[in-house]
């Protein structure tokens, strides 16, 4: 399951964000949000992980990492409108096949 799901986030390209429960379907496991949160976890440096937000485009992430997960958004040329991502401008959109 985590393969999958770590596989479906490669994907997310530079300026564009997606949710934890649209990573978690295009991944083939739908309903499972909770999933893609432990599947990142321990793979910084190695996933775009910074491009999967809460629903709506909301940072969940506390303090530090929230803050650290913006900044690189905005480096990409992310848009926010208040605290969230302007996910009609940079929804990344996957071809489901399955």
């Avoid at 649209?22 to 440096?45: H, N, Y």
């Avoid at 709506?56 to 303090?63: A, D, F, S, T, Y």
């Amino acid at each position: 399951m985590f393969d999958e799901i770590r596989a479906v986030i490669r994907k997310i390209p530079r300026g564009k964000v997606s949710s934890y429960g649209a990573v978690a379907k295009a991944a083939g496991f739908p309903g499972a949000a909770r999933q893609v949160v432990w599947a990142l976890q321990g793979t910084a440096g190695r996933l775009p992980w910074h491009r999967v937000l809460g629903a709506g485009g909301k940072i969940l992430l506390p303090g530090a990492a929230g803050a650290d997960q913006a900044l690189r958004l905005k480096s990409e040329g992310v848009a926010f409108r208040g605290a969230k991502v302007r996910m009609d401008l940079h929804e990344f959109k996957f071809d489901i096949m399955k």
